[in-house]
């Protein structure tokens, strides 16, 4: 999402709504609306993340780490 959906969008629009729609499709893509609204904040913050550092191992890292706090999240239920 970050390292083709965004760049290509933040090539021709506003940093802002590159940033809003790329996390919009990374939402729709997990298909479920509980997952679909936790993956639009990841996004956000991911998107945001990238833009801020042209990262994509941060990204990938930060994504790695959100997973596993959820993971464990769900052991605890």
Known sequence: M???LLQWL???LPWPLALVL???VFALLHF???QGLS???CGLALGALYL???SLLCCILAHAAYNFVS???LLRA
Do not use: D, E, H
């Open 10 to 12: 933040a090539g021709f």
């Open 32 to 34: 479920n609306l509980t």
């Open 39 to 41: 993956a639009l904040v």
């Open 22 to 24: 790329s996390a919009g």
């Open 71 to 73: 993971y464990l999240a």
């Open 52 to 54: 801020y550092t042209g």
């Open 2 to 4: 970050r390292g083709l």
